[in-house]
Structures are given as C-alpha cells and as structure tokens.
C-alpha cells in the first residue's frame, strides 16, 4: 500500500503502532489478556469446550472422555467457564435430578476466533504443517 510504514515485521494499518497508551486503556487491555488466558490459556478448559462443540453432556460423560481429569479438576473448571458464561448448567428436574453442561450464546460466539488460532497455528508451527 502507498505510504504505508513498516515497523519491524508489521505494517501500521494492521497493527497500530500505540506511542502513548493512557492508564486506563492499560488496565483495560490487562483485564482482557487476563480474561482470554483464563478461557484459552488452559488445556481443560479447551478439551471441555472441544467435548460441549458436539453437544450437551453430563458430569460423568464428560469425566470419562477427558480421562485422566479428576472430578476435583473437572469441577473447577466447569465452574470457571459457568462464571464466564461460556457455558451453562441446566438442571432437569427428573428423579434423581439430571446435571447437564452446555455451551452459551456467548461460547459459540467464540469459535470463529478458536478456528482462527487453530488454522493460525497449524499453518505457521512447523512440526504441525503438512
């Protein structure tokens, strides 16, 4: 593109060069990286939300196909993702009381952006491409 200025590897238009970032836009960009880290950053918060893609699934059927995850593990993560309203825990009130996880409105919101980091990686990790 005409006039456009490279720094380093990035062109300008597609990564703003930031001079001068105020406080508050700091914090705010922290928070995000923080929130994103929490969801992405973690191996079974991804493999539960990999197993919910195809549907909703109960405590147990999710233990048995994320083995070797323990229940105390399990839970924790479940309830991360509940809090970040990436998925849902819809009880059914059956005899004994059924517990089954599903994803959000807002979790599928997120797959375009989880493909995109799934392409980006299979095409630029060299042990994986090919």
């Given at each position: 593109?005409?006039?456009t200025r490279f720094r380093g590897r990035y062109r300008e238009d597609i990564i703003p060069v930031v001079r001068y970032v105020r406080m508050e836009d700091k914090e705010k960009v922290?928070?995000?990286i923080d929130t994103y880290l929490s969801?992405?950053?973690?191996?079974w918060n991804l493999l539960i939300l990999n197993e919910l893609f195809f549907g909703p699934k109960r405590f147990n059927e999710l233990k048995?196909?994320?083995s070797p995850i323990t229940q105390t593990v399990?839970?924790?993560?479940l309830k991360l993702l509940e809090d970040m309203n990436v998925i849902e825990r819809k009880v059914l009130?059956?005899?004994?009381?059924?517990?089954?996880?599903?994803?959000s409105k807002e979790g599928y919101s997120m797959i375009p952006?989880?493909?995109a980091s799934y392409e980006w990686i299979i095409q630029h990790v060299p042990e994986l491409k090919g």
């Open positions: 593109m005409p006039g922290c928070k995000v969801i992405f950053g973690n191996r048995r196909a994320l399990l839970t924790r993560h009130s059956d005899t004994p009381p059924s517990v089954y996880y599903a994803i952006s989880m493909m």
